[in-house]
């Protein structure tokens, strides 16, 4: 099993928190598509960890919109 350190992590994004939210946003992404269930597939969290850590997603923040009165 392979650990992913805060520090790691947050050098792919602005800060660690934000980092988690990429990576379970991707992982959700991942979920919609079909897999080969396999027994050596990997968790879809650690899938995404990987790839945010190797820096092969591309993401972008939105500013949150505010509801007109």
């Given at each position: 099993?392979?650990?992913?350190?805060?520090?790691?992590?947050?050098?792919?994004?602005?800060?660690?928190?934000?980092?988690?939210?990429?990576?379970?946003?991707?992982?959700?992404?991942?979920?919609?598509?079909?897999?080969?269930?396999?027994?050596?597939?990997?968790?879809?969290?650690?899938?995404?960890?990987?790839?945010?850590?190797?820096?092969?997603?591309?993401?972008?923040?939105?500013?949150?919109?505010r509801p007109s009165a």
């Amino acid at each position: 099993m392979q650990v992913f350190t805060p520090k790691e992590v947050a050098k792919h994004a602005a800060n660690k928190y934000l980092s988690v939210l990429i990576a379970a946003k991707f992982a959700r992404v991942l979920n919609e598509f079909p897999r080969d269930r396999s027994i050596n597939e990997k968790k879809l969290t650690t899938r995404a960890l990987e790839e945010l850590t190797s820096g092969e997603i591309d993401y972008k923040v939105v500013p949150r919109r505010r509801p007109s009165a």
